[in-house]
């Protein structure tokens, strides 16, 4: 069974910093991109970031400049560095990743969220 697993979600306070991780597990044969989105209550959900195979990545407008992410390829693992934090990066982040099972059956997977919630 495939699965994305995140951690590093919680309570900060504007201004300071979290790190999430997402690892990756079960019979992959390849990771094509991995990424974090997020939903607000109320709002839809939207990209965060994401890293392409080859180290390539995508932000987010309202994250540029604050948030970094990266991917360890040997752990199947993408990290969020998330500083700078604003009271409206509040929400549930989720992480993204499109994968290649055996034997070629490509798709996105999406793992079951984690809170962060930054207090002003």
């Known amino acids: 069974q495939l699965q994305l697993v995140e951690s590093g979600g919680g309570l900060v306070q504007s201004g300071g910093s979290l790190r999430l991780s997402c690892v990756a597990s079960?019979?992959?044969?390849?990771?094509?991109?991995m990424g974090w989105y997020r939903q607000a209550p109320g709002k839809q959900r939207e990209l965060v970031a994401n890293i392409g195979s080859g180290g390539s990545t995508n932000y987010g407008d309202s994250v540029k400049g604050r948030f970094t992410i990266s991917r360890d390829t040997a752990k199947n693992t993408v990290y969020l560095q998330m500083n700078s934090l604003k009271p409206e990066d509040t929400a549930v982040y989720y992480c993204?990743?499109?994968?290649?099972?055996?034997?070629?059956?490509?798709?996105?997977?999406w793992g079951q969220g984690t809170q962060v919630t930054v207090s002003s």
């Open positions: 993204w990743s499109h994968i290649t099972v055996p034997p070629s059956i490509s798709r996105p997977y």
């Open positions: 079960g019979k992959i044969f390849s990771i094509n991109a």
